[in-house]
């Protein structure tokens, strides 16, 4: 394994939370299935977008959502820690 799949998949637990977090905090939401799409839980475009920006804020990161097949914790909590591996 290198030396970024190691880091990565190290932070991926703090990772997942933090995005958890974010949404959470976003939304203000408590009931979001982290496995669940967050459009189909009602989740809207403009507080995808500020999830989004939070998460970049958050990671100093550039996260670009065209890159995701889902929108849902585990997909934006991968494609985090990717970014943050190829730094």
């Given at each position: 394994?290198?030396?970024?799949?190691?880091?990565?998949?190290?932070?991926?637990?703090?990772?997942?939370?933090?995005?958890?977090?974010i949404i959470r905090n976003v939304t203000e939401r408590d009931d979001?299935?982290?496995?669940?799409?967050?459009?189909?839980?009602?989740?809207?475009?403009?507080?995808?977008?500020?999830?989004?920006?939070?998460?970049?804020?958050?990671?100093?990161?550039?996260?670009?959502?065209?890159?995701?097949?889902?929108?849902?914790?585990?997909?934006?909590?991968?494609?985090?820690?990717?970014?943050?591996?190829?730094?």
């Amino acid at each position: 394994m290198t030396g970024a799949n190691t880091t990565t998949m190290r932070l991926a637990p703090e990772i997942r939370q933090s995005v958890s977090r974010i949404i959470r905090n976003v939304t203000e939401r408590d009931d979001l299935e982290p496995g669940g799409d967050l459009f189909d839980q009602g989740v809207t475009s403009l507080a995808f977008i500020r999830i989004v920006a939070h998460i970049n804020e958050t990671y100093n990161i550039d996260v670009d959502v065209a890159e995701l097949d889902e929108a849902h914790v585990d997909s934006l909590s991968a494609l985090v820690a990717a970014q943050l591996a190829s730094k």
